[in-house]
């Protein structure tokens, strides 16, 4: 629900006619609030990593999307930190989050794409590699491999 409503509330702030009112200033004070400890508790996630300690870097982005929702960073990195411990489920709500975010990141697509093949949803994993393929198309290695993997998953459907 945040997610959405931080989208209507940004859309609030674009185009609110009166961007002197103290409600327009209120929540643009809180959305700056919020963006900045996303990225606080992004960079602190960063700094647990790079000491190998994932579980205070998954509190690290769990509260950056806390704040934030919508930070691409932030839920890339979750899932990809539940994918390496193969936990898949939150692995695939936090990529799907990120590829709502940005569509045209292949490392999110791809890792979304085996986290469903390994939970077994061989119909969203197909859809997944068909989104790949528009972003691929210019790597003729990569490409081939999408469709061989796409006609696999064919059988499986």
Request: net charge neutral.
């Amino acid at each position: 629900m945040k997610f959405l409503s931080d989208l209507f509330f940004e859309k609030y702030l674009k185009y609110a006619p009166q961007k002197d009112s103290e409600l327009y200033i209120e929540i643009q004070q809180t959305f700056e609030n919020s963006n900045f400890l996303a990225k606080e508790f992004y960079q602190k996630s960063l700094q647990a990593l790079s000491a190998n300690d994932k579980d205070t870097a998954i509190k690290s982005l769990t509260y950056s999307l806390e704040n934030n929702p919508r930070f691409y960073d932030s839920n890339f990195l979750l899932g990809k930190l539940y994918y390496e411990q193969k936990n898949y489920m939150p692995a695939i709500i936090y990529l799907k989050q990120a590829h709502c975010i940005d569509k045209k990141s292949l490392d999110t697509l791809e890792l979304l794409t085996t986290s469903l093949i390994e939970l077994g949803d061989f119909t969203s994993a197909y859809c997944c590699l068909k989104r790949i393929i528009p972003l691929v198309i210019n790597n003729e290695k990569k490409y081939l491999e999408i469709i061989k993997a796409i006609k696999s998953l064919e059988a499986s459907i």
